[in-house]
């Protein structure tokens, strides 16, 4: 089975190369990629049947890189973060490998896709999987913020970006209104639309709101938003590719 290694982190990749070299099967390691970009571009070009995803990447998720994919392999999701288990669900992952993981794990998780590999349990896993996304339910359309014994749901659509301050995350909307929510920034970029983008560490935008990018030093760019404040807010040069691909640059 061609497979290919998604990791951002030099240890962890050269430890995923390890256990494919040493696993019990016969797997032939055609790929590997640091980041949501680059593994786009490996999986497209070199059509692995199995790729090993991590979720966290350095320009996007792993998520995002299954929904830019016309290939569609199977999936082992590798992660430290266990609350994504559930949403891994949704994209058909034939397993969830919780980082640190050992051989006997890895092995575990690759005898799954060896028993998809018959005609006959490959072709009902396509059937499960076409089943699957046309019952998948719609992402949520409020934002739900507690205050105290009241929880206030802010639509979607009248957020024009989010910022990370300290220990909480500062939902801005358009009208000029501000709310703090106690969630991390990167649970939220999970659980947004995609509607929503991140381009910095500190910062997710509402690509609506979006109506003008200048390019700036290093590959970075500022985006001009057409909230009530007019916000400028300055990328950073990690999430440069993922910018570019989702204004069509």
Not at 188 to 216: C, G, K, M, N, T
Not at 226 to 237: G, L, P
């Amino acid at each position: 089975m061609k497979v290919l290694i998604v990791e951002d982190e030099y240890p962890a990749l050269e430890r995923m190369k390890v256990l494919v070299a040493n696993s019990s099967h016969r797997l032939d390691l055609v790929g590997e990629a640091s980041s949501g970009a680059a593994a786009i571009a490996s999986i497209e070009a070199q059509q692995p049947e199995a790729i090993f995803l991590d979720i966290h990447l350095m320009d996007m998720t792993g998520f995002e890189v299954l929904s830019r994919l016309q290939h569609n392999p199977f999936v082992i999701f590798t992660t430290a973060y266990q609350e994504y288990a559930l949403k891994a669900f949704e994209y058909l992952s034939v397993d969830y490998l919780l980082k640190p993981f050992n051989q006997s794990r890895f092995d575990k998780a690759v005898s799954k896709l060896m028993d998809l590999q018959s005609p006959t349990a490959s072709n009902a896993f396509q059937l499960f999987q076409q089943w699957t996304q046309q019952q998948a339910t719609p992402k949520a359309q409020t934002l739900a913020i507690k205050d105290k014994d009241r929880i206030t749901l802010v639509p979607m659509e009248d957020i024009a970006f989010l910022k990370a301050e300290d220990k909480y995350v500062k939902v801005c909307l358009a009208n000029g209104k501000q709310h703090l929510l106690t969630k991390t920034l990167s649970q939220l970029e999970l659980e947004l639309p995609d509607e929503f983008l991140r381009v910095h560490r500190s910062y997710i935008v509402h690509r609506a709101y979006v109506y003008e990018l200048q390019r700036y030093f290093k590959g970075r760019f500022v985006l001009k938003l057409n909230d009530k404040a007019q916000t400028n807010i300055t990328s950073s040069d990690m999430y440069a590719a993922k910018i570019k691909a989702s204004f069509g640059l």
